[in-house]
């Protein structure tokens, strides 16, 4: 049957067969290969030497992926080769650690001990920083001077530290501190005012500051305070009043005047009013009878010629005598008056909100945009807005101010035109590629496809005339010798024109008549 087609058939078939051998080849190779999976990414040239150093022992199949940084194995064994590399330190990190001593040599000096001991810190303090989310990778150089006897010649330690951020991630000030604080904590005698940290641009995150230099880091400190202060008042008015003018049509700056001094004083305060009596002492004394009389004293008095000389006689004698003592307490209030320091003394908030818009027809029929300022009473409200959220207070001599002026939108247009463009040309990329494909598909199936069809279907329409040429020649003869009968019963005595009654069955049936002469043809060719 095939042998019976065309040129033009019998090639699209080879052709057709050629694409579904080639689609089946190419399938198979790639099925039937080892699939790959990825054991490790984002590794160090050290980790990645020694990882296919340990796969070639293993006599396991490799493949560097992302200019080296990268690992594949066969799916089957990643989980295996993860935990026996992971018990084998791998990857270190960039660095090797604290299992640089599982393995001593015999007679090793202190001076290497000592480079062992530093290099291992070193590893142990990479891997550490490079868990942390933002880090991809670090380096970390410790200089530990020799121990001395006099403390003059004594000198500090010192360290450095390089880190790889991944992407545009940043680190924060307190995540830059932590780091510092982080490699402090594990030297010996190092000072985290001694540790510089830069990123990979050569980017300076941390200065040595000197330690006893409280004066700065409290000045640093109130700083970071202010701006912090400041910052979340602005957020606070900002997203406040974009609720009612729309998003980016309000800016907002504050001004805070912070008192971060710090005062404690002791008052003693004195009611002479309250006073109360604390102790009371009382001393009485009485005296009551008479006096007895009494001569001369000495030896004139013991004379015989004294004797006679009449001597007054005595007379009673009362006394009486009263002491009191009385000690009052004043009333006394002792007071210890602390007061913190950032106290907000003053705050300045100014406010920039767009106005309106209206469109505007021109003569030449072009729509421009009228600007147009908001109004007093708008401008009162907002104003009434921002003080109550801020707090306001006229004591401290507070003030807002609220004004209303026209934004600049060109960058926004620009970047509206140029975010326009972008995804237009997108579109057409886009738009352009399916069209390919569905234009590919037509002409597949248009020029390759719906031919080789039509071809198969012809061809199996073909053989199944074939099929039933014989039956349809013997329906020719059948009808032949029936016609040929009845014109015998009209018309006795008259011959049969046979080639008239052929004529007629052919125009009875041309398409059978059609193939019955194909067929002949094709025999006689035979």
């Not at 065309?6 to 080639?22: E, Q, R, S």
């Not at 305070?225 to 700056?253: F, H, Q």
């Not at 002791?266 to 002492?281: I, K």
């Not at 040429?469 to 016609?483: F, G, S, T, V, Y």
């Amino acid at each position: 049957m095939f042998a019976e087609l065309p040129a033009g058939k019998k090639v699209a078939i080879a052709a057709f067969g050629l694409l579904v051998l080639a689609g089946i080849l190419v399938a198979s190779y790639f099925s039937g290969g080892e699939e790959y999976s990825l054991l490790y990414a984002n590794l160090s040239q050290e980790d990645a030497l020694s990882i296919s150093e340990k796969l070639k022992e293993r006599k396991i199949q490799y493949k560097l992926e992302l200019g080296g940084n990268a690992i594949s194995v066969p799916v089957k064994d990643v989980y295996q080769l993860r935990l026996e590399l992971a018990g084998e330190g791998l990857p270190s990190g960039g660095g090797v650690g604290f299992e640089i001593f599982d393995k001593t040599s015999f007679g090793m000096t202190e001076f290497v001990q000592k480079l062992n001991y530093r290099r291992a810190l070193q590893g142990e303090l990479q891997r550490t920083i490079n868990s942390i989310g933002a880090v991809q990778s670090s380096r970390v150089h410790i200089s530990i001077p020799t121990k001395s006897l006099f403390d003059e010649d004594k000198q500090k330690a010192t360290a450095s530290v390089v880190l790889k951020l991944k992407g545009n991630k940043k680190l924060s000030k307190q995540q830059v501190e932590g780091v510092t604080h982080l490699v402090a904590s594990s030297v010996e005698g190092l000072s985290p005012s001694e540790i510089t940290v830069v990123d990979s641009s050569g980017a300076i995150l941390s200065l040595p500051e000197d330690g006893d230099d409280e004066a700065t880091k409290l000045s640093n400190k109130q700083m970071d305070y202010r701006k912090n202060y400041e910052s979340e008042i602005e957020k606070r008015v900002r997203t406040m009043l974009e609720k009612a003018v729309g998003t980016g049509k309000a800016i907002v700056r504050v001004s805070a005047l912070i008192d971060f001094k710090q005062e404690q004083r002791t008052e003693e305060l004195y009611d002479p009013e309250g006073q109360v009596a604390r102790s009371e002492q009382r001393n009485d004394e009485k005296t009551v009878g008479a006096r007895l009389p009494a001569g001369v004293a000495g030896v004139q008095g013991n004379l015989p010629e004294s004797a006679a000389v009449a001597m007054p006689g005595g007379k009673p004698a009362e006394t009486e005598k009263s002491n009191r003592t009385v000690n009052y307490e004043v009333n006394k209030v002792v007071k210890t008056i602390f007061e913190p320091g950032a106290l907000v003394k003053k705050l300045s908030v100014a406010v920039m909100v767009d106005g309106k818009y209206k469109e505007v027809k021109g003569q030449d029929g072009k729509v421009s945009r009228d600007f147009q300022h908001i109004s007093a009473e708008e401008k009162t409200t907002l104003q009434n807005l921002v003080r109550t959220a801020i707090g306001f207070d006229a004591n401290r001599q507070d003030a807002v101010t609220v004004e209303s002026m026209q934004f600049d939108e060109t960058p926004v247009a620009e970047e509206a035109q140029t975010l326009a463009a972008d995804a237009q040309r997108e579109f057409a990329l886009a738009l352009a590629k399916y069209a390919g494909i569905g234009i590919a598909g037509a002409v597949l199936f248009f020029f390759l496809l719906r031919p080789l069809t039509k071809a198969v279907g012809r061809t199996n329409l073909e053989s199944e005339e074939l099929k039933a040429l014989p039956l349809m020649i013997a329906k020719m003869e059948e009808d032949i010798n029936r016609l040929a009968a009845k014109k015998n019963e009209k018309n006795e005595g008259e011959e049969l024109d046979y080639r008239k009654r052929l004529s007629e069955v052919i125009a009875a049936n041309p398409e059978q008549a059609a193939e019955l002469v194909r067929s002949w043809i094709k025999k006689a060719k035979t």
